[in-house]
């Protein structure tokens, strides 16, 4: 499976912002997909996760308030909004997929993609 996360960008504080992760070469509803972010000099942190069916999310400590997850199965896409942009949501945001069950931990998933920037201004 090839993921291509794209839709990041420079944005301002307060704002919103959809990220979009398109897959190809696998069956998509197969996969649960995962966001995760990585701040320069931090580890990579989990974001949310969504379910191959769409039904269920599960989210990353203190990320249900600003963030949601969703997918559009017949356009292989899974998708993260973000509101309320804050400066510390300043990362590079990967997505990956994994067999279902969907998780939080980033080695339980076997595709990565290649990452968009997002930085936030004040």
């Known amino acids: 499976v090839q993921l291509q996360a794209f839709g990041g960008g420079l944005v301002q504080a307060g704002d919103s912002l959809r990220l979009s992760c398109a897959a190809s070469?696998?069956?998509?509803?197969?996969?649960?997909m995962g966001w995760f972010r990585q701040a320069p000099g931090k580890e990579r942190e989990f974001v949310t996760a969504i379910n191959y069916s769409g039904d269920s999310s599960y989210f990353g400590d203190s990320k249900k308030r600003r963030f949601s997850i969703s997918r559009d199965n017949a356009k292989n896409t899974v998708y993260l909004q973000i509101n309320n942009l804050q400066l510390e949501d300043t990362a590079v945001y990967y997505c990956?997929?994994?067999?279902?069950?969907?998780?939080?931990?980033?080695?339980?998933?076997?595709?990565w993609g290649q990452g968009t920037q997002v930085t936030v201004s004040s």
């Open positions: 990956a997929a994994k067999g279902c069950p969907y998780s939080g931990d980033y080695y339980m998933y076997e595709y």
């Open positions: 070469g696998g069956t998509f509803n197969r996969y649960a």
